[in-house]
């Protein structure tokens, strides 16, 4: 039996819809693109088979995802978001926002992390007024992913998989990708200390380091932020 505030009130029948564990992850996850059950499986560790079954017919039934085939050459079933799963985007990249300010901290021993969150990531963090006038495709290949990037006069697209014509191509690890996510080093950092490698365009190149911006970390109340351990 799915849960209620039974509230008659837009925020609290939202959270009827998405409140659950696991379900913001998961819309989180199809706002790049379709994804089979096995993506969904090896993207969310600790989601066992029953549950993310379960979670995918709730959203379906909810109408925030529909079945889909993937095209040729994989031509294999999927999950996609339904316009009104699309429309939950701005509530993911805001929560997103708010997470890097106010939640990040370290990485917790054991925590999952994948390069291609930065696919959301970078939209996270997208500069707009940076961006205005400038048209260029990026493309990040991070350990054994790769996703790019592509700004047209303020505004971003980000996909994953290979650019056709990418004006720059950024290489590096999944390690330095996370401490760059982390704001521990910058991008110019990493090159400089040849941890990331770049080739391509250098006014494009150039131009990506005022594109995005992490905001910086702030401690919530004025209190140090513990770890789930040390509650």
Known sequence: MERSYNQYCATARTLDIVGERWTLLLIRELLTGPKRFSDLQHNLRGLGTGLLSARMKTLERQGLVRRVTLPPPARTPAYALTQAGEELGPVVLDLARWGLKWAMAEPREGEAFHPGWGVLGLRACFQAEAAAGLRAIYEFRVGDETFHARVHDGTLETVHGPAQY?????????????????????????????????TGDRAALRALRTLFRLPSPQVRGGAAVLSPTTR
């Open 166 to 198: 990418p004006d720059v191509t950024i290489t590096t690890d999944d390690q330095t990708f996370r401490d760059i996510a982390a704001g521990k080093v910058t991008l110019a950092d990493a090159l400089e200390h040849h941890a990331a490698s770049a």
